[in-house]
Each structure stands twice: as C-alpha cells, then as structure tokens.
C-alpha cells in the first residue's frame, strides 16, 4: 500500500515536471521521499528528478545534494548506466556552481562509463558536457581579467581550446548519430568558444550552421541566438554595416517572442553599433529604445549603461545640454547601485563637458563642485594622463563578453 | 574665449567614443545545459511487463 503511494506521488511529479511546472512537481517527489520505498531504482530516478526539477528553478544547492544522493544511490546498487547518468547532472550542478575542477571529473566519469557500456548517446552527451564546463572555466577566468576575446593568458586559452576539442568530439558523434537537435547544440556553443578564442571567422562558420539547424526545427530562440552571436562575431571582425544586420535581426525576433529583456540588449547592441558607424543619430534612437525597456524593467546597470552610451553620443554630436543630462543621471545611478568605475568615469564627462561649455555652465551645481573632491579621495592627486588610462583599463574591462547568466 | 572653446569641443568630439569606449556588453548567448534523466516508469514498465503481458493477453482470451 505504502509502495504504491511513493509510486503515486512520483509519478504525478513526473507529469507535472513535464508540464512544465517544476514548482509542483518537487512537493510531490518530496511528498514521494517522504513517503519512502524500498526499491532503490525507484529512488534513485526520483532522486535525479527531483535534481534535475531544482537545476530548472536556478536552485542549485539543492540540486547538487540530490543528484548526490542518486550517485550514492545508483553506485551501492551496481547500476552503471545510472551511475553514468547522475555523474553527469552532478558535473552539469558543480558547472554552475563554479566547482570546475570536481565537475570536470564528474563528467570525465559519465564520459568513461558510456564509452564501457558502448553507449553512443551518452558519450556524445558527456562530451557535449565537458565542452560546457571547459568553456565556463575559461570564460570565468577570462572575466576576471581585462581582455578583449582573443587576448588571453595561456589557461584561459588552454582551457577554451580543450572545449572547442569536446565539441568538435561530440559533433563527430552526433553528425554519425544524424542528431540534428545536438549538431545545433555543439555549433552554438563550438561558435562562442571560437569566439572567445579570438577565431572570429571560425565563429561565423559554426553559428552559421547553428542557425541553419535553427530553421530546420523552425526553433526561433535558438535562430535569435544565431543572430545575435553572429553579430558580436562580426563586430570583432570590423563588419559593423553586416553585424547592425544580424542585431536587427535580433531584435525583430525579440520582439516577436515578447522577450523585453532580449529587446532591450539588441536596442543596445545595435546602439553601439551605430556608434562604431559614427552613425550617432540612429545610436541615440536605439539606446532610447534600451533606456526605455531598463526603465520599464527597473534594471538600473542598464539604466546606468544608456545614459552612459547617450552622453557620449550627445557629446558628439556637440548636443551639450543632452549629454550633461544623461552624463548626471548616469553619476546618479553609478551612485544608487555603487559602481566606482561607473560614477569616476560620470564624473570625469562631467568635468571634461563643463571644461568645454567653461563659463556658462552653472558653477554651483552641487554634483560639480564637489566632484574635484571626491576624484582625489579616490585616486589620490594624479595627473590627467593617468587618468585618461585608468578609463581605458574600464572600457577594455567592460568589452570582454560577460558571464553568462543563469538565464539559459 | 569663443573660439577656444570651440577649439575644445573640436577636441572633446574627437575624443569622445573611439571604437574601444563602447561599453560591449553583448551577451554571449549559449545554448541550454543538457540533464540526464530517470523516469520511474521505465522501471516499473520492466518490473510489471510480464503482469501486464500477462493481462493483455488474459484479457485478450476472455474477448
């Protein structure tokens, strides 16, 4: 009676975490815990369920302990295949969390498993994995640092380059297996590696096929993604007029799919764009656009980024008075969220755009009379020169693709 | 003073947003993690087949 009870509870789990409603379905795989079953396979599978239900809702504490728990699980009862399988999300969990070293072995585990049990599904799935982790391991030291994709120190390449290795691996595999769905999987990702690794053309090539694979499945997420990393690819090889088509692009699908925060990202991609084509009125319609969903959003960096991108846009088109007002709402905001880069380099617009208007900007501006003060608390006196550097330093910070987020 | 101060802005707007001051913050966008899963039906298929079978087939001859 108990047994069939935990199986009860599992399987609606099952059904709800299929619907797409994870929330759910862990109360009732929690409930199915709970209730206890002797049969270890049986928990073992609600074990990396309810793994897999906290990796989707971003809980990644609780993922790791479960799909711990299916390890532990599936090793005392010798079944191999599932061994396989946990230490594969228990890498995936660890990649997340940071833990790359652990995650590495986890998948180099699932890797050696399938290949001693001739499963070709689960290898190429296991290399699929361990590109991921290389790639989050170079990028997470690429980030910490101020490169531009292609300056990078020996690991970060090492690393990236082993990533680009497990995908070409896997894409073997896969091509073999005709799993078109994992081909457009190991492009995308072989693509941003590339990328990374400064082979911009290599980059083009790989998202190219990505995006073909992407309208074969009629998959239009995956197809805006396409054209959104071939824009960045093409910015880097200096085709600004070819990357502004991909971000338009971009931004049609964004719009279709309702996505405002992805809206909002091509509005600015394409805004910097513009700016690179020093095309500086189409720059300021878009980063209007930008500035208007970050408000909408309440996502006050990209709040703060607009009016940064707007201040010099006005600033060059010679429209003072705009670029003074975005220049001090974006100190303001530097300011609310404290970023110290942000409000130097607010201040520094500042000082540089009164410098120009001289005299006949108001003096008894408390943001300007004070900012003399606070640039030497911070720095110390220094001369210009080292001042005009450590704003560069920021800049080429800021141009380094960022961490991706948990959004994906 | 005018026309040093339209010798500074000269100045500024060529200054003003070489190709390296652009704060690039474009998302790198990366396909989704793939999950292994465990279903437990696949094993409760395999642990009743036979009972099932067996009903079938039952149901089957009493038709």
Redesign the interface.
């Given at each position: 009676r108990m047994e069939a009870s935990c199986?009860e509870l599992?399987?609606e789990g099952?059904r709800l975490c299929k619907a797409g409603d994870c929330r759910a379905g862990v109360s009732f795989f929690e409930a199915a815990v709970q209730v206890g079953t002797e049969?270890l396979?049986?928990l073992?599978?609600?074990y990396?369920?309810l793994g897999?239900a906290y990796?989707y809702l971003h809980e990644y504490a609780k993922a790791l302990e479960y799909h711990h728990h299916?390890l532990t699980l599936a090793r005392t009862i010798g079944d191999l295949l599932?061994e396989?399988?946990?230490s594969?999300?228990l890498g995936?969990t660890l990649k997340v969390l940071g833990n790359f070293e652990e995650a590495i072995v986890c998948c180099q585990r699932?890797l050696d498993i399938s290949r001693e049990l001739n499963d070709k599904v689960?290898e190429a799935?296991a290399l699929?994995?361990l590109g991921?982790v290389y790639?989050s391991k170079g990028k997470n030291v690429a980030s910490a640092g101020t490169h531009d994709p292609g300056e990078l120190p020996d690991d970060v390449k090492s690393a990236l380059q082993k990533a680009a290795n497990y995908y070409e691996e896997n894409l073997t595999i896969v091509t073999e297996l005709g799993d078109r769905a994992a081909q457009?999987?190991?492009f995308?990702?072989l693509g941003?590696t590339h990328?990374?690794l400064g082979n911009f053309r290599s980059a083009v090539l790989a998202h190219e096929q990505r995006l073909l694979i992407a309208k074969e499945f009629g998959d239009r997420s995956?197809e805006?993604?396409a054209y959104?990393?071939l824009?960045?690819a093409y910015?880097f090889l200096g085709e600004f007029e070819t990357a502004s088509e991909y971000y338009k692009r971009t931004l049609q699908l964004a719009r279709q799919l309702k996505d405002r925060a992805v809206e909002a990202?091509a509005c600015?991609?394409l805004g910097?764009t513009y700016?690179?084509l020093q095309d500086y009125e189409k720059a300021i319609d878009y980063h209007l656009k930008h500035l208007v969903i970050a408000q909408e959003l309440n996502d006050k960096i990209g709040e703060g980024?607009a009016c940064?991108?707007l201040g010099?846009?006005y600033?060059?088109l010679?429209n003072?008075d705009q670029a003074i007002h975005f220049a001090e709402r974006h100190l303001e905001i530097s300011r609310e969220v404290g970023d110290r880069s942000g409000e130097l380099t607010a201040r520094l617009n500042l000082s540089?755009?009164q410098?120009?208007?001289?005299?006949s900007y108001s003096t008894n501006n408390s943001m300007m009379s004070e900012s003399h003060v606070v640039e030497n608390s911070l720095n110390g006196t220094r001369p210009r020169a080292g001042r005009r550097h450590s704003m560069?330093n920021m800049?080429?910070m800021?141009?380094t693709?960022?961490k991706?987020?948990n959004w994906? | 003073s005018q026309p040093l101060a339209g010798h500074q802005a000269a100045e500024l707007q060529s200054k003003v947003v070489p190709s390296k001051q652009i704060l690039h913050s474009d998302n790198m966008e990366m396909e989704p993690e793939t999950m292994e899963t465990k279903s437990v039906t696949d094993y409760f298929s395999k642990l009743h087949m036979g009972s099932l079978v067996y009903s079938c087939t039952s149901k089957r001859k009493t038709k």
């Open positions: 199986l599992a399987l099952e049969d396979r049986t073992s599978a609600i990396s369920q897999n990796f299916d599932g396989a399988k946990a594969g999300n995936n699932h689960g799935r699929y994995n991921n790639h457009g999987r190991a995308g990702n941003n990328y990374l995956a805006r993604r959104s990393n824009g960045n910015i990202q600015y991609s910097n700016t690179l980024r940064w991108s010099n846009a600033t060059a010679g003072h540089d755009l410098m120009v208007l001289g005299l560069e800049e080429l800021k141009l693709p960022e991706v987020q994906n | -």
